[in-house]
Nanobody, 125 residues
């Protein structure tokens, strides 16, 4: 079973940056980043193909967040710049179960086989 471990969360001020890491126990297909704030629905943020490096972003984070991977370390990163209080949430990485993901609409919210336990990001005003 694939195990995913997130790290890098913390408390920052608005406008600052954080880089989240997700390390997988073995190779997977696509890896995605999602978040959930208290009282809010889960939100898809970005995904990357483990093999090709192709990326996909939701409109809400495009231009501020960047997803990347280091295959040698089995690690995916989410660089988050210009953070806002609205970015406060628990951030999760997830491994999708097929190599033919369609992220259109809410497609990124489905098809995950494995999840990490999450890392909390808090952005103060």
């Amino acid at each position: 079973q694939v195990q995913l471990v997130e790290s890098g969360g913390g408390l920052v001020q608005a406008g600052e940056s954080l880089r989240l890491s997700c390390t997988a126990s073995e190779d997977t297909y696509d890896i995605g980043w999602l978040r959930q704030a208290p009282g809010k629905e889960r939100e898809f943020l970005a995904a990357i193909s483990w093999s090709s490096g192709s990326t996909y972003y939701s409109d809400s984070v495009k231009g501020r967040f960047t997803i990347s991977r280091d295959a040698a370390k089995n690690t995916v990163y989410l660089q988050m710049n210009s953070l806002k209080p609205g970015d406060t949430a628990t951030y999760y990485c997830a491994a999708y179960g097929n190599p033919y993901m369609d992220y259109s609409g809410n497609g990124g919210l489905y098809g995950m086989d494995y999840w990490g336990k999450g890392t909390l990001v808090t952005v103060s005003s």
